[in-house]
C-alpha cells in the first residue's frame, strides 16, 4: 500500500515527512486509518520505534488521531494547506539527479571523512569538558583552538601566529561579513573577477560596495587595483578560484606597497592551500606584513563543508576593534565543536587525515590529466595547487556549446565566463574542472 523509499538517514523523519505530504495531498484521505504500527514497520522493514516516532510527530501537529484500541485515523486538513505544495524530502534536486558527475559543488567524498576519530574526539570532549561545555562561548573562539590552530598554521604555513589575534567563526561566509563590520560598510572592497561569487555577494548583503578587478596569471591585477578607488582587496594569491592563477612574490609586494599606500587592508583567503599536491604550501601574504593583512580559512575544504568551522588572524589593531564590537556577544561555533577541532589539531590527527587526503587527491588528478590529455582539442592548465584545473577547448563554437556537450553525458560543468563579474576578455572557451568530489569509480565513467 505505501510505496516508501526509507532507506536513507533519519528514517523517522522521512516517513514522517512522506506520510504528511500524503495527507496534504489529499492522497491519504480525512477518517482513513493508518495501518498498526507493528504491521507498518514489517511492511516498511524499519523498527518499530521508527513508525512510532513517525506517528507521535504526526500527533503533535494534529495530522492524525489516535483512538483507543481502534488505532490512529487521519485528521481534516483545510483547503488552504492542501493548496501548498508538498515539501521536498531527502534526496538529490530534479537539477542534480541529470548528471551522474558534478564537477562543480566538489564536496569531498563521504568515505575519506575521519567518521571514528571525530566520533572518539567528541566523546572525549563530553567526557573531560562536562559543565565547561554549557559555559558562554568567547566571541573570538575558544582559548585551546585558537592555540591550536595557531601551532598548526606554524608547522604547515611556517608563520608565527599570536593566537590572542585569531578569530574562530561560522565559516567563510560569516567571516566576510565580521569584515565588512570592522572595516566599514562605506570601504569599497575590490574582489577577483573571475572569482568566487559568494565573496563579492556576501560583502553587497552586508552593505558593502564591492569592485571586480580583472584576474591575470600572476593574481589580481595591481596595477588596475592601484588606479581604483578601492580600500580593501579580496585576494586567494595562493591559487586564485576560478582562473588558479598563483600570484609571485613581486606582485605580493606590490600588494602590501598598495595596502601601506592607501591605508587600505588586503583579505588572503587562503581557501585551500593544503591542497598543494607536490612541494609545500606557498608563503603566505600574510608573513610579509601582518598589520596590514587579514588571513583566512576554512575547514570546508578539508574536512567538510557542512562543519561551519573557520577562522581568521587579524592585525593587531583590527583585533582590538573586534573585541570592542563583539565582546557582548558569543561565538558562533558550539564549544563541544571547537574543543574536538582542537583536540584533532593538538593531536596529529588533521595532519595526517590531511596527508591521506593529498594521497587521494593525488591519484585522483593524475587519472583526470590523462583521461582529459585523451579528449581531442583539450588544453588543460593546472598549478599543481588546489582541487580544480582548467580544461581549454580553443576549437569549441562557445561556452554553452561546452557545457552543452557535457550534459548530453551526464557531467555538470561550468565555464570560466559563469564566474564574471564584469565582462573580461580572454576567458572564453575554458571549463573549470572541480574534481574534489570525484571518485575512481566517477572517473572511470
Known amino acids: ?83 501548498r505544495p508538498a515539501r521536498q524530502t531527502e534526496g538529490k534536486s530534479a537539477e542534480e539527479a541529470k548528471y551522474r558527475i558534478d564537477l562543480v559543488k566538489g564536496n569531498t567524498p563521504s568515505d575519506m571523512f575521519p567518521f571514528s576519530v571525530w566520533a572518539r574526539l567528541i566523546r572525549a570532549v563530553l567526557s573531560d569538558c562536562g559543565e565547561h561545555l554549557l559555559e558562554r562561548v568567547p566571541c573570538d573562539g575558544d ?15 611556517g608563520i608565527d601566529v599570536d593566537p590572542r589575534y585569531i578569530v574562530i567563526g561560522a565559516g567563510a561566509e560569516h567571516l566576510y561579513g565580521v569584515i565588512v563590520q570592522l572595516l566599514g560598510r562605506d570601504k569599497l572592497y575590490a574582489v577577483e573577477n573571475p572569482g568566487y561569487g559568494k565573496i563579492s555577494s556576501t560583502y553587497a548583503l552586508n552593505g558593502a560596495r564591492f569592485l571586480p578587478i580583472n ?63 607536490s612541494g609545500k604550501p606557498l608563503q603566505c601574504t600574510y608573513g610579509l606584513c601582518p598589520d596590514r593583512v587579514i588571513y583566512m580559512n576554512t575547514f570546508s575544504k578539508s574536512l567538510a563543508p557542512s562543519m561551519r568551522m573557520g577562522y581568521m588572524v587579524l592585525p593587531p589593531a583590527l583585533y582590538e576593534r573586534f573585541m570592542r564590537i563583539f565582546s557582548h556577544g558569543a561565538s558562533f561555533v558550539p564549544l563541544f565543536e571547537q574543543k574536538a577541532l582542537a583536540a584533532m589539531l593538538d593531536g596529529g590527527y588533521f595532519e595526517r587525515h590531511l596527508n591521506r587526503l593529498k594521497n587521494y587527491y593525488r591519484t585522483i588528478h593524475g587519472k583526470l590529466l590523462k583521461k582529459l590529455a585523451a579528449v581531442q582539442g583539450c588544453v588543460v592548465k593546472d598549478s599543481g595547487s588546489g582541487l580544480h584545473v582548467i580544461a581549454s577547448f580553443p576549437a569549441a563554437p562557445s561556452d554553452e556549446a561546452i557545457k552543452r556537450a557535457a550534459e548530453e553525458r551526464g557531467v555538470r560543468i561550468k565555464c570560466l565566463s559563469d564566474y564574471l563579474l564584469s565582462p573580461m576578455a580572454g576567458v572564453e572557451r575554458c571549463a573549470v574542472i572541480n574534481y574534489s568530489g570525484l571518485t575512481l569509480e566517477k572517473l572511470g565513467e
Open 1 to 83: 500500500m505505501f510505496n516508501y523509499d526509507l532507506s536513507g538517514k533519519n528514517k523517522y523523519y522521512t516517513l514522517y515527512t512522506l506520510l504528511r505530504d500524503d495527507i496534504l495531498r489529499g492522497k491519504i484521505k480525512f477518517g482513513e486509518r493508518l495501518p498498526s504500527k507493528r504491521a507498518f514497520a514489517a511492511e516498511l522493514d524499519v523498527s518499530v520505534v521508527t513508525v512510532q516516532l513517525a506517528y507521535d510527530q504526526l500527533l503533535a501537529e494534529g495530522y492524525i488521531r489516535s483512538k483507543e484500541r481502534s488505532g490512529f485515523f487521519v485528521e481534516m486538513v483545510g483547503e488552504g494547506l492542501r493548496s
Open 143 to 157: 582559548k585551546e583552538l585558537k592555540c591550536a590552530v595557531a601551532a598548526y598554521l606554524y608547522r604547515s604555513r
Open 215 to 277: 584576474v591575470t596569471e600572476r593574481g589580481m591585477d595591481v596595477s588596475l587595483l592601484k588606479s581604483s578607488q578601492a580600500d580593501v582587496a579580496h585576494v586567494s594569491p595562493s591559487h586564485q578560484y576560478p582562473t588558479g592563477a598563483v600570484m609571485p612574490v613581486s606582485a605580493r609586494s606590490a600588494l602590501i606597497d598598495w595596502a601601506k599606500a592607501q591605508d587600505g587592508y588586503v583579505v588572503e583567503d587562503d581557501y585551500d592551500s593544503e591542497f598543494r599536491l
